[in-house]
């Protein structure tokens, strides 16, 4: 069986850590999935991905528009936590596709 190509590349930051992840499009549910996978940040993902607990918020350093929050679900839990600042995502709310490729991101505390 030939092994699927890791045609997708992400760095993700925590806690003062650099790491470059390589995946591809549909080993990860989302990208809280992989950022609890890869990571190892205690407390990430409490509501499942459900967009409600707030513990996946991630600064997107280099992203475009097409990233920006849509769901009010997502922006209200963002609201609540944090100063709501137009960078920062639900990482349970972005599928990791091809799309993503090349982001630069920073897990914040959960
Ligand atoms: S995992 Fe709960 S809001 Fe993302």
Redesign the pocket.
């Known amino acids: 069986m030939m092994e699927r190509e890791k045609n997708i590349t992400l760095f993700i930051e925590y806690n003062g850590n650099r790491q470059t992840v390589e995946t591809f499009a549909g080993e990860y549910r989302n990208l809280?999935v992989l950022i609890k996978d890869q990571m190892w940040v205690e407390g990430i993902?409490?509501?499942?991905?459900?967009?409600?607990?707030?513990?996946?918020m991630v600064e997107l350093l280099n992203a475009g528009e097409n990233l920006a929050v849509t769901d009010t679900k997502e922006a209200a839990?963002i609201r609540r936590s944090t100063t709501a600042h137009s960078t920062i995502r639900?990482?349970?709310?972005i599928l990791v596709d091809e799309t993503i490729s090349g982001l630069q991101i920073k897990v914040l505390e959960p």
């Open positions: 809280m993902g409490e509501c499942g991905g459900m967009a409600r607990c707030g513990t996946c839990v639900l990482a349970c709310q």
